[in-house]
């Protein structure tokens, strides 16, 4: 990659300015969007897993992971792009930086998989995910509202 691609597009930490795109771009792509304070909540606990993509200084996607202990995981908490950048490879490059970032905890014995939940008709955001590994694990009824189903999927870290 040359240094323009390189300074016109980068994934890195998110960032209290980044916030409101971040939110414009969970309100169109959820039915039910995260909260500001939801985010500000995950951006303060755990900053290394709050990622941005970004085009030409704009946010087009994000990525929010977080560990949980108890579960030897880590969730991915919410993945979206814009819809003016869908279909470009920001998700995938989103996924393959959380998966790097839980790469690290596993390797430092703190997580054994990676966990997420998606709608039960999100075709396109599960065919990625099974790209990479992901299995499903379990279906949620009604997680997403009446008749919404989720489905949990898991990557175990030891065959990523």
Known sequence: MSFLAETLLSIRNGNSEDLAPILDIEK?????PYTLDMFVTL????PEGFRVYVIRERVVG???TYPVKQKRAMV???IAVHPDYRDQGVGTSLLK???SISSKLHRGKVIDKIILQVAEENNAARSLYEKFGFKNQSLIKNYYGRRKNGIEMGLD???A
């Not at 169109?28 to 039910?32: A, L, T």
């Not at 951006?43 to 755990?46: A, D, G, Q």
């Open 28 to 32: 169109k792509s959820f039915d039910d």
């Open 76 to 78: 991915i908490v919410s």
């Open 97 to 99: 930086d959380s998966i």
């Open 157 to 159: 870290l030891d065959r």
């Open 62 to 64: 994000y990525c929010v």
């Open 43 to 46: 951006l303060e606990s755990f």
